[in-house]
């Protein structure tokens, strides 16, 4: 008896940390290696201890002045990323939860570099309600005044991706050394059972023991930003952007309901998307 009841101990423990998010979950965000000439699009991998918490630096560059202004589109991925221009650290943004699209309209020459953080990760770390940021962008001097005054003060338009790797590494490496993170363990047993789904299980039919849906939803929402029905859409979602064919085993009624909520999150049909 005392060894099932170490094995159950030994699985709640695993549950207060993130550490499968990442073999289960790889947010999928589009290149412009052929789309847009002139603009490069290159995701980091973070120091290795990190790798539970954050899914990748990134950077968005232009390798020349463009002929207009450039169109980006951010897709539905269930992350929360704090980004900013490389030219004006004195700028930084939060961006949270999405249950849709986004489109920001960029200059002719620009340098941002982002933080994708996996989901529930960045409230685990801050301690701040991702509902309170769904949706939307925030100003992160408003958010979090501390790490917008070390990006302010720390990075400038000179800096290489390994330079950036090294700055942000070390930022993270220290903050993280100094938090706890004690999500309840049913919210990632529930996070846990959707991914490894692919977002076709009905959480609030098959609830963790001993918690209600309105418990469930409330801690959803702080933690993801939306509630275990929307977050299972967005997985499933962005499952199908690694096979498209099998929409039909993502549980997606037909063609017409995939190619609909395709583009509401990805801002075009999947022809047009997925083109080679």
Known sequence: ???YQNIINNYLEVLKTPINIRLLYLPVQPNFKHPAEGVMYQEILP?????DYIYCYWQLRTKHPLADPFHYRVIADGCMDVYFELEQPD???VMGFSNSFVEFE???T???VGVRFFPSMFPQLYKISAAELSNRAAS?????PDLAKFIADSFS???SPANLKALLDEHFLRHVANIRIDADSRLYESIHLILQNGGTVSIEKELPQGISVRQLRRLFEFYIGDTPKEFSRIVRFQKT???PEDYLNSGYYDQAHFIKEFKNLYGLTPGKALLK
């Open 47 to 51: 120091d290795q201890r990190l790798q």
């Open 157 to 159: 338009d000179t800096f």
């Open 106 to 108: 960029l200059a002719r």
């Open 140 to 144: 992160l001097d408003e958010v979090l």
């Open 110 to 112: 620009f340098n941002y």
């Open 241 to 243: 952007l690694q096979a």
């Open 1 to 3: 008896m005392k060894f």
């Open 91 to 93: 700028q930084s943004f």
